[in-house]
């Protein structure tokens, strides 16, 4: 049967046939990447979000946003493949900030299957456009040129004159209406492996059925997701530094300029145990924050905007501290949101190596952790020098730990004898109208993180000082340090009232 090459395309916002399979089999990376390059300003980070079907790296205006290059899983009709982001190309000296930005692109273009070489239509082809199509026309990775912005009148002339590049005809597009997307895919299939070819169905036939279960027998386990670890801070604290380190390569990029990451960069990462097992990780590297106040540049709040929400979808979160001036107000600030966000907390005290008094600033980093995040007793506190690689591997032991302890459930027979005990020795106070207040029975309702419900009469009128004599008990008999507990009341249905 002739496979159809004609399809609709929406850039990554069906989920097809082959992603399921890959998926189902646990093999969440696709086969063949692509990388979108070109000058500053003609829409890669556009393009890119509408390859992946979500609003992930930053667009804006003003060129030379993107710094870092980004992966993401993309999707085009059928096909499925690592999409990355990049910086702008620019003519530039190759110690500076733009030429190690350039750099990073030159290294995703050597990594990739194939390379976009993305041209603004309504700009038409500039001298720069020029000199990187001959750099690119000696590079060993295939380059498709690709024309955005044609949505508007007058691209035409910018097509034609695509030809005098060298680089073969360019594919007319509209990232931001979705426009071309058509002749992309076409431009794309060539690139894809057979098997991934195969697998791509028909969108009008159905997904097979899995056979049933029989009796007593239990389902196959499913893939384990990645482990969400974010990288937080104040701007120059070594977020970067400390993320190379852990991937052994220059993966992100670093400097001694304040405010260099801009997107939150995901990093998908295997960690390797002493013991030769894996565990996989997606890193994210954020932006810098610093105090609300000193925010006024568009871009770095929409940076800021990406640092919390990787704070919001992380599991377990490394808030780096420089060792000269530990745990600010911004940085408790932070630690705060962490905590009320229900995610888990390392707190890494970087550049360790050059720090003399040592016993000092430990404790002040641990004072300061107890008076301002008292509900969130025992965060672990790791010292290291992401430069050197001092102690990096006992972060990761520290997360790991934490994030146990954030999954853990315990049985509900134990916590009501200990709830039993609690109440004996500590009963709680009279309600506001002078009756006993019962705490009668309790139970654990989720983790990530643990999460409590304790039946209550009077529920409302309990104090909060005796709300944290609970909590404090909790965390010390079932060492549950260094994560946030929730405990909620709830008042026992009446079987006698109506529904």
């Known amino acids: 049967m002739a496979r159809k090459t004609h399809r609709k395309h929406s850039g990554g916002t069906a989920r097809t046939q082959l992603a399921r399979t890959r998926e189902k089999r646990g093999d969440a990376r696709p086969s063949f990447t692509v990388a979108i390059v070109g000058r500053p300003n003609v829409g890669k980070s556009t393009l890119f979000n509408r390859l992946i079907g979500r609003r992930e790296a930053i667009v804006h205006d003003r060129p030379g946003v993107t710094r870092d290059r980004r992966e993401a899983i993309g999707s085009l009709g059928g096909l499925t493949f690592t999409v990355i982001d990049t910086a702008g190309l620019e003519d530039v000296d190759v110690e500076t900030l733009e030429g190690r930005m350039r750099r990073q692109t030159e290294k995703a273009i050597a990594d990739a299957d194939v390379a976009l070489f993305l041209l603004d239509a309504r700009a038409g082809i500039t001298p720069l456009d020029e000199h990187f199509a001959d750099l690119l026309r000696r590079s060993r990775t295939p380059i498709l040129l690709v024309a955005n912005k044609t949505e508007g009148k007058g691209s035409e002339s910018a097509l034609y004159d695509a030809f005098r590049l060298g680089l073969g005809e360019a594919l007319p597009i509209s990232a931001e209406h979705g426009q071309g997307l058509d002749g992309l895919y076409v431009a794309l299939v060539p690139f894809a492996p057979p098997e991934d070819l195969e697998a791509i169905e028909d969108d009008e036939e159905e997904e097979a059925e899995p056979a049933p279960l029989a009796e007593g027998e239990e389902p196959p386990p499913g893939p384990v997701r990645p482990l969400q670890l974010a990288i937080i801070g104040r701007p120059n604290t070594g977020k970067s530094t400390l993320i190379n380190r852990l991937v052994g390569e220059d993966r992100v990029l670093t400097g001694p300029e304040a405010g ?31 105090r609300r106040v000193k925010i006024t540049d568009a871009v770095e709040k929409l940076s800021v905007g990406d640092t919390f929400e990787a704070i919001r979808l992380a599991e377990v979160v490394v808030l780096v501290v420089d060792s000269e001036a530990p745990l600010d107000n911004q940085e408790l600030t932070l630690a705060r949101f962490v905590a009320e966000e229900g995610r888990a907390l390392v707190i890494a005290v970087n550049k360790w190596d050059a720090v003399k008094e040592k016993r000092s600033i430990l404790q002040m980093v641990e004072d300061r952790l107890a008076t301002s995040l008292a509900q969130v007793r025992g965060i672990p506190i790791v010292t290291l020098s992401a430069k050197t690689g001092q102690r990096v591997d006992s972060l990761m032991d520290a997360v790991f730990a934490v994030h146990a302890t954030w999954n853990k459930h315990i049985s509900t027979n134990p916590l009501n004898r200990w709830l039993a005990a609690a109440t004996r020795a500590h009963p709680p106070p009279l309600s506001i109208h002078k009756q006993r207040i019962k705490l009668r029975y309790m139970t654990q309702a989720k983790t990530r993180p643990p999460t409590f419900v304790i039946f209550s009469t009077r529920a409302a009128d309990l104090p909060d000082a005796y709300m944290r004599y609970l909590t404090n008990g909790i965390r010390d008999t079932f060492d549950l340090d260094g994560v946030p507990i929730r405990i909620h009341l709830r008042k026992p249905k009446n079987p006698f009232e109506d529904d």
């Open 260 to 290: 260099i990451t801009r997107d939150a960069i995901h990093i998908d990462w295997t960690y390797k145990f002493p013991d030769g097992s894996t565990r996989e990780i997606r890193l994210v590297d954020t932006a810098g924050v610093r």
